[in-house]
């Protein structure tokens, strides 16, 4: 360095990665209303962990789609939250099959929500496991048929105040020139109406590949997830894609969500309707439709496994198992984006086995079985108040 150019002064000089912690933990408050401070030195290769130990309790939530009421209903209804959305599950192990986004306007609310659960969780002894789904892949694709106007406006103020905070950045002589967000994006789009144009160009720039939402939140989602006896996937598994190893699509779809290749289309599992997120082989309400075949093939070929959980297909009727309850069925469709169903979730335990835990009064007169699942129906003050049930 000439004797003629300015040095990095004091504290930007030594300790810029602190500086900058600080701003985006100011930014992420500032919006969501969470404290959640940014890691200095953040881990730059982590790939999403695959397998797991079976917990003492385990339990299951189906699509969000948006609705942090509901979201939260979810989590009170197993036990897993206060009323100040503090963890109470102690060692419990949650996992989310992914279907944040879309259809709801407090879908940045939810990812802040589950992430602040995921480190008091960590503080005692618990996980919680969020996953992608389809909507998560498409979002990155850019593909944004079933946002809402809501959704777009949370996007552009949440990009407003990552803005403010890269300029904030951008005074310390001591930190990198960020990048700017919208580098590349359009500032029109034939098919849309002017009056969604920003916020059109903020969910780009938030959830495309290396986008700052997608690479904090979704690049740690798991895409395929073994608990235990239990493998969780939003859409399906088949055996191929067994064969393909499912750490290697944890692998491959975290790389491309973080920017690391393949462009703007996730690999192609995650990609038409025989793969990993968008299969329904095994979701249909009539039984005698759905492929047992096949799912016991996929089963077969992933050791010490007896069941598959997944979401992605609203059932009506709420949770529900068939072929021999190893293809088990959560999404609820809860958000009121979609049906506004009563919120359910799945509970396994080491002590009582596989049942689900719901909100639906009516089920308090149906003795303690639903389509050859334990049934579970915690007491008043546990369950969310609803104007309408839907059996």
Known sequence: MSSGEKKPNGICKNIPNLISSFVDTFVDYSFSGIFLPHDPTPPQHETPQTRFEKPDRLV????????????????????????????????????????????????????YLLERLKREAERSGGKVVTMNGNHEIMNVEGDF???????????????????????????????????????????????????????????????????PVAKRFLSRNQTVAVVGDSVFVHGGLLAEHVEYGLERINEEVTGWIRGGGGGRFAPVYCRGGNSVVWLRK????????????????????????????????????????????KAI???????????????????????????????????????????GLGLLVPAAEHVPKQVEVKA
């Open 282 to 325: 095994f979701s249909d309400e009539r039984p005698h439709r759905c492929d047992c075949s096949a799912l016991e093939h996929a089963l077969s070929t992933i050791p010490g496994v007896k069941r598959m959980i997944m979401g992605h297909t609203i059932q009506d009727g709420g949770i529900n198992g068939v072929c021999e309850d």
């Open 145 to 211: 048929r079933y946002v809402t106007k809501k959704g777009l406006e949370e996007f552009q103020v949440w990009l407003d105040w990552y803005c403010l905070g890269n300029k904030m950045k951008s005074l310390c002589e001591g930190l990198d020139k960020v990048k700017d967000p919208y580098e590349g994006i359009p500032t029109s789009f034939p098919r849309a109406k002017a009056e969604c144009f920003e916020g059109i160009r903020a969910r780009i720039a938030a959830l495309r590949p290396e986008g």
């Open 329 to 371: 069925r959560i999404d609820v469709g809860m958000s009121k984006g979609c049906s506004d169903g009563l919120p359910e979730v799945l509970e396994i335990r080491k002590d009582f086995g596989v049942r689900i835990v719901t909100s639906n009064p009516l089920y308090k007169e149906k003795g303690d079985s639903k389509m």
């Open 60 to 111: 299951a939530i189906g699509d969000l789609h948006g609705d942090l009421e509901k979201s939260k209903e979810a989590f009170k209804l197993a036990g897993l939250i206060d009323s100040s959305d503090r963890w109470t599950g102690g060692s419990t192990m949650v996992v989310q099959v992914g279907d944040v986004l879309d259809r709801g306007g407090e879908e940045l609310k939810i990812l």
